[in-house]
Nanobody, 126 residues
Framework: QVQLVESGGGSVQTGDSLRLSCTASGRPLSNFAVAWFSQAPGKEREFVAGIAWSGANVQYADAVNDRLTISRDNAKNTVTLKIDNLKPEDTATYYC???????????????????WGQGTQVTVSS
């Protein structure tokens, strides 16, 4: 089984950038499509960004796609999400998710992923 651990969250100011990391253990992450979801208090968990196992296909949520960069380093078993120009509405817990998938597939929905990390909190102050 693969275990996912997120890191890189914290308390920042509006306009700052953060780099969130998802590190896998237990088996190579290279066979998995990986995505990031965010969940603000009282709201549903939402898709933020995803990347195919090959890295050739990346998908971003429309509302924030100009501020996001997702990448992966399969040799380090890590997927990274960089968020630029952070805004107070970005405040949420960010979760890494993975599922076995070959090719260029990237899921956009929570139910398509079956491995989840515990989340990392991002708080943006104005």
């Amino acid at each position: 089984q693969v275990q996912l651990v997120e890191s890189g969250g914290g308390s920042v100011q509006t306009g700052d950038s953060l780099r969130l990391s998802c590190t896998a253990s237990g088996r190579p992450l290279s066979n998995f499509a990986v995505a990031w979801f965010s969940q603000a208090p009282g709201k549903e968990r939402e898709f933020v960004a995803g990347i195919a196992w090959s890295g050739a296909n990346v998908q971003y949520a429309d509302a924030v796609n100009d501020r996001l960069t997702i990448s992966r380093d399969n040799a380090k078993n890590t997927v990274t999400l960089k968020i630029d120009n952070l805004k107070p509405e970005d405040t949420a817990t960010y979760y890494c998710a993975a599922t076995l998938a070959r090719g260029n597939w990237v899921g956009l929905h929570r139910h398509e992923y079956d491995r989840w990390g515990q989340g990392t909190q991002v708080t943006v102050s104005s």
